[in-house]
């Protein structure tokens, strides 16, 4: 569901949402103010208490299986398969699946993000390898970038016992919302010059990717209350994850500005980029769009202008419907 140009900024400054999302999204955001510290540590015991974990599933839940695979015990870097069951097509998509949290929340297990993982499973249908990596500030830039790459190498080399056959590593797509979506980039980045014996990447699916800069954007400055993102959270999240020192001009933060990589000879891959409209980081996520078309790069934007951040785990909101099928769409188009 593309829009116009005349569509782009929603005049409103509150969204419309169901009163159970409203409830989730204001305790997430209240918690998470909670536990950031201004040292730029973080209370893990106590943001523990609401990020309630899923164990995997061997027996199918609603048509899906999973089961979890270690990549790096000493870095406690693991993945989970999601695995749809009574598929009839040969030779599924791989898609590898990079959670949100701002690099510092959340978990591949955390019951949100299986949830969301077990339905793009399903639905799209593919086999979904949703990564646990390492979180700031414990573990600040590179990592997360670093353990995202690692499991891609580990799917191309390793043989992963229980790994469904009819998975198709030479349709490998990346995946990510928010600073999962900043992740999916930075990965395709590095595999762009990286020669893989089996997985072939074709396409990034770029969900709400948190990217930033110094400058405060129109739509930060005008979305104050939304849930989930403000400015002084990713301010925060910002100065925690990217290196001392560094500021929001960093290239791993602001993808096309002063310090960044030029993508033009780069053999990057086809991406869907996702916009909502009750979203502060919306002004970014339109300039990489547009910076991946004056790349040369094959891009497609999509928006909805009534979605808050993290629209895509509440099946109750229309859009998250709306994003599965724009994500099938666009991977049928590659494979």
Avoid at 10 to 25: E, G
Avoid at 26 to 36: E, G, I, N
Avoid at 82 to 106: A, E, M, R
Avoid at 218 to 237: A, K
Wanted: aromatic content about 12%; charged content about 25%; glycine content about 6%.
């Amino acid at each position: 569901m593309s829009v116009d140009e005349s569509q782009k900024k929603n005049p409103k400054t509150s969204p419309n949402l169901p009163w159970k999302t409203k409830l989730f999204l204001s305790t997430f955001s209240f918690f998470t103010d909670v536990v950031r510290r201004s040292n730029f540590t973080v209370n893990r015991r106590l943001f523990n208490l609401i990020d309630t974990k899923s164990p995997p599933s061997k027996k199918p839940i609603n048509g899906v299986s999973s089961s979890d695979v270690i990549v790096d015990a000493s870095k406690n870097l693991w993945f989970r398969v999601y695995t749809p069951v009574g598929v009839s097509d040969v030779g599924l998509p791989v898609v590898v699946y990079l959670h949100g949290g701002g690099f510092t929340f959340l978990a591949a297990n955390s019951k949100p993000y299986d949830d969301f993982c077990m339905r793009l499973a399903r639905e799209l249908p593919a086999v979904v390898v949703s990564v646990n990596y390492r979180l700031s500030p414990e573990h600040k830039y590179p990592a997360q970038y670093e353990d995202g790459f690692d499991v891609l190498k580990f799917l191309d080399r390793e043989k992963i016992d229980n790994f469904p056959g009819f998975a198709n590593l030479s349709n490998c797509f990346l995946a990510g919302d928010s600073a999962g979506g900043n992740i999916a980039h930075h990965m395709a980045l590095r595999a762009s010059d990286f020669s893989f014996q089996k997985l072939k990447l074709v396409g990034l699916i770029a969900i709400q990717p948190f990217f930033g800069g110094e400058e405060q954007t129109e739509s930060e400055l005008r979305l104050v209350g939304v849930p989930v993102v403000s400015v002084e959270r990713t301010e925060w999240i910002w100065k925690a994850f990217l290196p001392e020192g560094s500021d929001r001009d960093h290239p791993a933060s602001n993808v096309f500005g002063p310090n960044s990589v030029d993508l033009s000879e780069v053999n990057f891959p086809a991406t869907i980029v996702v916009v909502g409209g009750f979203d502060p980081l919306q002004d970014w996520q339109r300039r990489y769009y547009e910076g991946l078309k004056k790349s040369g790069k094959d891009a497609t934007l999509v928006e909805y202008p009534e979605a808050v951040h993290s629209f895509y785990g509440f099946p109750e909101l229309p859009e998250s419907s709306l994003l599965i099928k724009e994500t099938r769409d666009f991977m049928q188009r590659l494979c």
